[in-house]
Protein backbone atom coordinates (compact mmCIF):
# COMPACT_ATOMS: atom_id res chain seq x y z
CA UNK A 1 0.00 0.00 0.00
CA UNK A 2 2.73 2.57 0.68
CA UNK A 3 4.21 1.77 -2.44
CA UNK A 4 1.28 2.44 -4.24
CA UNK A 5 1.12 5.94 -2.46
CA UNK A 6 4.52 7.14 -3.62
CA UNK A 7 3.89 5.85 -7.05
CA UNK A 8 0.70 8.07 -6.70
CA UNK A 9 2.80 11.33 -4.86
CA UNK A 10 5.33 10.90 -7.59
CA UNK A 11 2.89 11.03 -10.64
CA UNK A 12 1.47 14.10 -8.34
CA UNK A 13 4.56 16.00 -8.39
CA UNK A 14 6.06 15.01 -11.42
CA UNK A 15 2.95 16.42 -13.43
CA UNK A 16 0.78 18.53 -11.87
CA UNK A 17 1.26 21.34 -9.41
CA UNK A 18 -1.52 23.68 -7.56
CA UNK A 19 -0.07 26.42 -9.56
CA UNK A 20 -0.51 26.12 -13.07
CA UNK A 21 -3.57 23.40 -13.08
CA UNK A 22 -6.65 24.18 -15.47
CA UNK A 23 -9.65 25.40 -13.40
CA UNK A 24 -11.75 22.42 -14.77
CA UNK A 25 -8.88 20.11 -14.57
CA UNK A 26 -9.22 16.94 -12.76
CA UNK A 27 -5.74 17.23 -10.85
CA UNK A 28 -3.94 15.80 -7.41
CA UNK A 29 -1.79 18.84 -5.61
CA UNK A 30 1.34 16.92 -3.54
CA UNK A 31 -0.25 18.85 -0.75
CA UNK A 32 -2.86 16.61 1.13
CA UNK A 33 -5.29 17.33 3.80
CA UNK A 34 -7.07 14.78 5.19
CA UNK A 35 -9.63 13.88 8.03
CA UNK A 36 -10.10 10.61 9.86
CA UNK A 37 -11.89 8.81 12.99
CA UNK A 38 -10.89 5.61 13.60
CA UNK A 39 -13.52 4.20 16.03
CA UNK A 40 -11.70 0.89 17.63
CA UNK A 41 -14.19 -1.39 18.99
CA UNK A 42 -12.09 -4.84 18.62
CA UNK A 43 -9.00 -3.66 20.07
CA UNK A 44 -8.38 -0.31 22.27
CA UNK A 45 -12.20 0.77 22.53
CA UNK A 46 -10.95 4.05 21.66
CA UNK A 47 -12.28 6.53 19.36
CA UNK A 48 -9.13 8.40 17.70
CA UNK A 49 -10.01 11.61 15.60
CA UNK A 50 -7.02 13.46 13.95
CA UNK A 51 -6.09 15.96 11.08
CA UNK A 52 -2.75 15.07 8.61
CA UNK A 53 -1.36 17.46 6.85
CA UNK A 54 0.97 15.68 4.53
CA UNK A 55 3.14 16.81 1.20
CA UNK A 56 6.39 15.42 -0.94
CA UNK A 57 7.54 18.25 -1.51
CA UNK A 58 10.09 19.98 0.62
CA UNK A 59 8.52 23.81 -0.36
CA UNK A 60 5.48 22.55 1.46
CA UNK A 61 6.88 20.74 4.16
CA UNK A 62 9.89 23.01 4.68
CA UNK A 63 12.67 20.51 5.78
CA UNK A 64 16.62 21.10 4.40
CA UNK A 65 17.44 19.47 1.19
CA UNK A 66 20.60 18.04 2.08
CA UNK A 67 19.01 16.40 5.61
CA UNK A 68 15.86 15.06 3.58
CA UNK A 69 18.74 13.76 0.62
CA UNK A 70 20.61 12.20 3.17
CA UNK A 71 17.84 10.13 5.12
CA UNK A 72 16.59 9.07 1.79
CA UNK A 73 19.92 7.67 0.16
CA UNK A 74 21.00 6.07 3.57
CA UNK A 75 18.87 3.24 2.30
CA UNK A 76 18.77 1.84 6.26
CA UNK A 77 15.97 4.19 7.42
CA UNK A 78 12.82 3.68 7.28
CA UNK A 79 10.70 6.33 8.81
CA UNK A 80 12.01 9.27 11.47
CA UNK A 81 9.16 10.70 13.89
CA UNK A 82 8.93 13.49 16.10
CA UNK A 83 5.94 12.95 18.63
CA UNK A 84 4.56 13.63 22.28
CA UNK A 85 2.36 10.63 22.39
CA UNK A 86 2.11 9.09 25.66
CA UNK A 87 4.52 6.54 26.23
CA UNK A 88 5.83 6.30 22.27
CA UNK A 89 7.81 2.87 23.30
CA UNK A 90 7.21 0.86 26.59
CA UNK A 91 9.63 2.34 29.57
CA UNK A 92 9.41 6.49 28.34
CA UNK A 93 6.68 8.34 30.10
CA UNK A 94 5.70 11.88 30.32
CA UNK A 95 8.61 12.19 27.94
CA UNK A 96 8.44 13.89 23.68
CA UNK A 97 10.80 11.72 21.40
CA UNK A 98 12.04 11.26 18.26
CA UNK A 99 11.97 8.14 16.90
CA UNK A 100 14.87 6.80 13.83
CA UNK A 101 13.36 3.80 12.76
CA UNK A 102 16.26 1.24 10.92
CA UNK A 103 15.55 -1.34 9.00
CA UNK A 104 16.68 -4.77 10.39
CA UNK A 105 19.90 -6.50 8.99
CA UNK A 106 19.70 -10.01 8.68
CA UNK A 107 22.63 -10.59 9.80
CA UNK A 108 22.14 -9.43 13.14
CA UNK A 109 21.44 -12.40 15.36
CA UNK A 110 21.19 -11.20 19.13
CA UNK A 111 19.83 -8.06 20.50
CA UNK A 112 23.76 -6.52 20.87
CA UNK A 113 23.99 -6.23 17.00
CA UNK A 114 21.07 -4.95 16.40
CA UNK A 115 21.45 -2.20 18.97
CA UNK A 116 25.18 -1.47 17.68
CA UNK A 117 24.23 -1.52 13.93
CA UNK A 118 20.44 0.92 14.42
CA UNK A 119 22.70 3.41 16.81
CA UNK A 120 25.92 3.34 14.06
CA UNK A 121 22.65 4.85 11.99
CA UNK A 122 21.29 6.55 13.98
CA UNK A 123 23.51 8.79 15.50
CA UNK A 124 24.48 9.78 11.86
CA UNK A 125 21.39 11.76 12.07
CA UNK A 126 20.48 13.05 15.72
CA UNK A 127 22.46 16.60 16.19
CA UNK A 128 21.20 17.64 12.97
CA UNK A 129 17.55 16.90 13.33
CA UNK A 130 18.08 18.83 16.88
CA UNK A 131 18.82 21.49 15.04
CA UNK A 132 16.60 21.65 12.45
CA UNK A 133 14.02 21.31 14.69
CA UNK A 134 15.21 23.48 17.87
CA UNK A 135 14.98 19.84 19.79
CA UNK A 136 17.61 18.48 22.81
CA UNK A 137 16.70 14.93 22.47
CA UNK A 138 18.99 12.28 24.18
CA UNK A 139 19.28 8.53 23.66
CA UNK A 140 17.11 6.83 25.45
CA UNK A 141 17.14 3.38 24.34
CA UNK A 142 16.71 0.89 21.32
CA UNK A 143 13.52 -0.97 20.80
CA UNK A 144 12.56 -4.01 19.06
CA UNK A 145 8.54 -3.27 18.08
CA UNK A 146 7.30 -6.91 18.98
CA UNK A 147 3.39 -6.77 18.22
CA UNK A 148 1.63 -5.27 14.97
CA UNK A 149 -1.88 -6.38 15.81
CA UNK A 150 -3.19 -2.69 15.15
CA UNK A 151 -1.76 -2.72 11.61
CA UNK A 152 -2.71 -5.74 10.61
CA UNK A 153 -6.22 -4.90 11.72
CA UNK A 154 -6.03 -1.74 9.88
CA UNK A 155 -4.42 -3.21 6.97
CA UNK A 156 -1.00 -0.13 7.39
CA UNK A 157 2.28 -0.85 6.45
CA UNK A 158 3.18 -0.16 9.91
CA UNK A 159 6.23 1.58 8.42
CA UNK A 160 6.14 3.96 11.64
CA UNK A 161 5.75 0.98 14.42
CA UNK A 162 4.92 -2.02 13.07
CA UNK A 163 6.14 -5.83 14.33
CA UNK A 164 9.96 -6.41 13.57
CA UNK A 165 10.74 -2.33 13.70
CA UNK A 166 13.91 -1.18 15.52
CA UNK A 167 13.68 2.57 16.64
CA UNK A 168 16.55 4.67 18.11
CA UNK A 169 14.45 6.53 20.68
CA UNK A 170 15.84 9.74 21.57
CA UNK A 171 13.93 11.38 24.48
CA UNK A 172 12.82 14.79 25.41
CA UNK A 173 10.73 16.73 28.38
CA UNK A 174 7.16 16.79 27.27
CA UNK A 175 5.62 19.67 25.39
CA UNK A 176 2.14 20.74 25.42
CA UNK A 177 0.51 19.75 22.17
CA UNK A 178 -0.59 23.28 21.08
CA UNK A 179 2.61 25.13 21.65
CA UNK A 180 4.77 22.33 19.85
CA UNK A 181 2.09 22.21 17.12
CA UNK A 182 2.47 25.99 16.84
CA UNK A 183 6.46 25.66 16.65
CA UNK A 184 6.53 22.53 14.23
CA UNK A 185 3.83 24.00 11.88
CA UNK A 186 5.60 27.09 11.68
CA UNK A 187 8.63 25.53 10.83
CA UNK A 188 7.63 23.20 8.18
CA UNK A 189 4.53 24.85 6.75
CA UNK A 190 4.86 27.81 4.22
CA UNK A 191 2.52 30.94 5.54
CA UNK A 192 0.96 30.53 2.19
CA UNK A 193 -0.74 26.88 3.45
CA UNK A 194 -1.47 28.32 6.83
CA UNK A 195 -3.23 31.40 5.96
CA UNK A 196 -5.73 28.95 3.43
CA UNK A 197 -7.26 27.87 6.57
CA UNK A 198 -9.14 24.20 5.92
CA UNK A 199 -8.12 21.27 7.98
CA UNK A 200 -5.03 23.06 9.19
CA UNK A 201 -7.49 25.20 11.77
CA UNK A 202 -9.13 22.09 12.38
CA UNK A 203 -5.87 20.94 13.29
CA UNK A 204 -4.75 23.86 15.45
CA UNK A 205 -7.94 23.83 17.41
CA UNK A 206 -7.78 20.21 18.30
CA UNK A 207 -4.50 20.47 19.03
CA UNK A 208 -5.68 22.82 22.09
CA UNK A 209 -7.85 19.55 23.65
CA UNK A 210 -6.36 18.58 26.41
CA UNK A 211 -6.06 14.75 24.90
CA UNK A 212 -4.38 15.82 21.91
CA UNK A 213 -1.10 14.92 21.31
CA UNK A 214 1.09 15.60 17.80
CA UNK A 215 3.38 13.72 15.61
CA UNK A 216 5.36 14.52 12.68
CA UNK A 217 7.25 11.73 10.48
CA UNK A 218 9.76 11.74 7.14
CA UNK A 219 8.96 8.66 5.42
CA UNK A 220 11.86 7.84 2.56
CA UNK A 221 11.42 6.21 -0.47
CA UNK A 222 13.77 5.75 -3.15
CA UNK A 223 12.73 8.77 -5.13
CA UNK A 224 11.30 10.69 -2.84
CA UNK A 225 10.24 11.05 0.90
CA UNK A 226 6.78 11.30 2.37
CA UNK A 227 5.98 14.52 5.33
CA UNK A 228 3.27 14.28 7.35
CA UNK A 229 2.20 16.45 10.19
CA UNK A 230 -0.80 14.59 12.28
CA UNK A 231 -2.78 16.28 15.00
CA UNK A 232 -4.79 13.32 17.08
CA UNK A 233 -6.83 13.74 20.05
CA UNK A 234 -8.31 10.24 21.69
CA UNK A 235 -11.35 9.64 23.41
CA UNK A 236 -10.65 6.17 26.14
CA UNK A 237 -13.34 3.55 26.23
CA UNK A 238 -16.06 5.54 24.01
CA UNK A 239 -16.15 3.23 21.15
CA UNK A 240 -18.28 0.34 22.79
CA UNK A 241 -21.25 2.24 23.16
CA UNK A 242 -21.00 4.39 19.46
CA UNK A 243 -24.18 3.77 17.28
CA UNK A 244 -24.67 6.70 15.48
CA UNK A 245 -21.00 7.60 13.97
CA UNK A 246 -21.19 12.10 14.44
CA UNK A 247 -17.60 13.06 13.12
CA UNK A 248 -16.84 16.04 13.57
CA UNK A 249 -17.75 15.74 17.10
CA UNK A 250 -15.04 14.16 17.22
CA UNK A 251 -13.06 16.41 15.63
CA UNK A 252 -13.90 19.74 17.64
CA UNK A 253 -15.72 21.23 14.81
CA UNK A 254 -19.37 22.04 13.53
CA UNK A 255 -18.16 22.49 9.79
CA UNK A 256 -15.32 21.49 7.83
CA UNK A 257 -13.51 23.83 5.35
CA UNK A 258 -11.23 22.41 2.30
CA UNK A 259 -7.68 24.81 2.19
CA UNK A 260 -8.31 27.98 -0.14
CA UNK A 261 -4.56 26.34 -1.12
CA UNK A 262 -6.33 24.54 -3.68
CA UNK A 263 -9.05 27.12 -5.04
CA UNK A 264 -7.23 27.85 -8.22
CA UNK A 265 -7.64 24.47 -9.82
CA UNK A 266 -9.82 21.59 -9.57
CA UNK A 267 -8.14 19.03 -6.54
CA UNK A 268 -11.11 17.07 -5.28
CA UNK A 269 -8.78 14.09 -3.84
CA UNK A 270 -6.94 16.44 -2.01
CA UNK A 271 -9.64 16.90 0.67
CA UNK A 272 -10.51 13.44 2.13
CA UNK A 273 -11.98 12.59 5.38
CA UNK A 274 -11.92 8.71 6.80
CA UNK A 275 -13.55 6.87 8.88
CA UNK A 276 -12.75 3.27 10.04
CA UNK A 277 -14.74 0.89 12.12
CA UNK A 278 -13.25 -2.06 13.54
CA UNK A 279 -15.11 -4.16 15.33
CA UNK A 280 -15.40 -7.88 17.37
CA UNK A 281 -18.66 -8.85 15.03
CA UNK A 282 -19.98 -8.09 12.19
CA UNK A 283 -21.60 -5.06 11.74
CA UNK A 284 -23.09 -2.42 8.97
CA UNK A 285 -23.52 1.02 7.47
CA UNK A 286 -27.08 2.12 7.52
CA UNK A 287 -29.08 5.06 7.62
CA UNK A 288 -26.01 7.44 5.70
CA UNK A 289 -27.16 11.14 6.06
CA UNK A 290 -24.97 12.87 3.35
CA UNK A 291 -24.91 11.70 -0.21
CA UNK A 292 -23.66 8.34 -1.79
CA UNK A 293 -21.37 8.92 -4.74
CA UNK A 294 -22.23 5.90 -7.66
CA UNK A 295 -18.99 3.79 -7.68
CA UNK A 296 -17.55 1.60 -10.12
CA UNK A 297 -16.14 -1.16 -9.30
CA UNK A 298 -12.15 -1.68 -11.08
CA UNK A 299 -9.61 -4.24 -9.95
CA UNK A 300 -11.79 -5.22 -7.31
CA UNK A 301 -11.91 -1.18 -5.72
CA UNK A 302 -15.07 1.24 -5.57
CA UNK A 303 -14.38 3.32 -7.58
CA UNK A 304 -16.38 7.07 -7.95
CA UNK A 305 -17.78 7.47 -11.56
CA UNK A 306 -17.99 11.32 -10.89
CA UNK A 307 -15.73 13.20 -8.63
CA UNK A 308 -17.33 16.64 -9.11
CA UNK A 309 -19.86 15.35 -6.57
CA UNK A 310 -19.93 14.71 -3.26
CA UNK A 311 -20.84 12.28 -0.73
CA UNK A 312 -19.53 8.92 0.38
CA UNK A 313 -17.87 5.53 -0.80
CA UNK A 314 -17.88 2.90 1.82
CA UNK A 315 -15.62 -0.49 1.21
CA UNK A 316 -16.75 -2.85 2.45
CA UNK A 317 -20.01 -1.30 3.91
CA UNK A 318 -20.21 -3.96 6.41
CA UNK A 319 -18.30 -7.04 8.14
CA UNK A 320 -15.43 -6.28 11.20
CA UNK A 321 -13.67 -3.98 9.78
CA UNK A 322 -15.82 -0.88 8.02
CA UNK A 323 -14.00 2.24 5.81
CA UNK A 324 -15.78 5.00 4.67
CA UNK A 325 -14.18 7.75 2.44
CA UNK A 326 -15.87 11.33 1.78
CA UNK A 327 -15.05 13.46 -1.17
CA UNK A 328 -16.21 17.00 -1.11
CA UNK A 329 -17.01 16.96 -4.98
CA UNK A 330 -16.58 21.22 -6.38
CA UNK A 331 -17.98 21.64 -2.36
CA UNK A 332 -15.65 23.62 -0.64
CA UNK A 333 -17.06 22.76 2.86
CA UNK A 334 -19.61 19.92 4.45
CA UNK A 335 -21.36 19.99 8.03
CA UNK A 336 -21.59 17.75 10.90
CA UNK A 337 -25.10 16.42 9.61
CA UNK A 338 -23.61 15.38 6.43
CA UNK A 339 -21.14 12.89 7.66
CA UNK A 340 -23.30 11.00 10.08
CA UNK A 341 -24.39 7.79 9.64
CA UNK A 342 -25.69 4.98 11.99
CA UNK A 343 -24.32 1.29 12.54
CA UNK A 344 -25.76 -2.04 12.79
CA UNK A 345 -29.36 -0.99 11.23
CA UNK A 346 -30.90 -2.02 7.94
CA UNK A 347 -30.45 0.32 5.02
CA UNK A 348 -27.34 1.86 3.69
CA UNK A 349 -29.97 4.58 1.73
CA UNK A 350 -28.77 7.75 2.29
CA UNK A 351 -31.05 10.03 4.03
CA UNK A 352 -31.62 14.05 4.42
CA UNK A 353 -29.91 15.56 6.66
CA UNK A 354 -31.33 16.24 9.96
CA UNK A 355 -30.32 19.52 12.58
CA UNK A 356 -30.21 18.70 16.21
CA UNK A 357 -29.05 21.71 18.40
CA UNK A 358 -27.76 19.56 20.85
CA UNK A 359 -25.01 17.32 19.30
CA UNK A 360 -22.46 20.07 18.42
CA UNK A 361 -4.85 8.68 15.10
CA UNK A 362 0.60 7.17 14.80
CA UNK A 363 -1.02 4.10 13.37
CA UNK A 364 -3.20 4.95 10.53
CA UNK A 365 -1.36 7.87 9.15
CA UNK A 366 -1.32 6.90 5.84
CA UNK A 367 -4.32 5.23 5.01
CA UNK A 368 -6.44 8.32 3.61
CA UNK A 369 -3.62 8.86 1.31
CA UNK A 370 -3.70 5.63 0.08
CA UNK A 371 -7.16 5.74 -0.64
CA UNK A 372 -6.90 9.05 -3.04
CA UNK A 373 -4.26 7.62 -4.73
CA UNK A 374 -6.41 4.04 -5.53
CA UNK A 375 -9.21 6.37 -6.91
CA UNK A 376 -6.66 8.28 -8.98
CA UNK A 377 -4.47 5.00 -9.73
CA UNK A 378 -7.18 3.50 -11.13
CA UNK A 379 -9.46 5.96 -13.04
CA UNK A 380 -12.46 8.09 -12.85
CA UNK A 381 -15.04 9.67 -15.27
CA UNK A 382 -16.00 13.41 -14.42
Not at 1 to 20: C, G, H, N
Not at 130 to 149: C, G, P, Y
Not at 365 to 382: C, D, E, N, S, W
Given at each position: ????????????????????AYSQE???????????????????????????????????????????????????????????????????????????????????????????????????????????????????????????????????????????????????????????????????????????????????????????????????????????????????????????????????????????????????????????????????????????????????????????????????????????????????????DELRF???GTSLQ?????????????????????????????????
Open positions: MLKMLFAITMIASAVISVDYIGLATFQEMAQVLIDKRISQNVTASITLQSTSIQEMKIPSELEQRIRENGNISAVTITNQNQCILGVDNQSCILINVKRNQEDKNFLQIQNRTLQVSEQFISEINDVFDTDARLHSTFIHTSDETSVALETSGVISGKGTISAVYTMPMEKTSSMYEKMSALLIPKAIRDAGGFYDVAKNLSKQDNAKMTFSIIPSENKSLFQLRVSADYPQTASEIKEVNLLEFLKTDELKRSRYFSNGFYPLNSIIQVVVLSPENTNVSDVRGDIIPTQVIDGEKIPTDVTKKGWVFEPEEGKRIQGKYIFGKDTAVSKSLGAKSPTFDESTTVAIIITIVAIAAAVFYLKGYRK
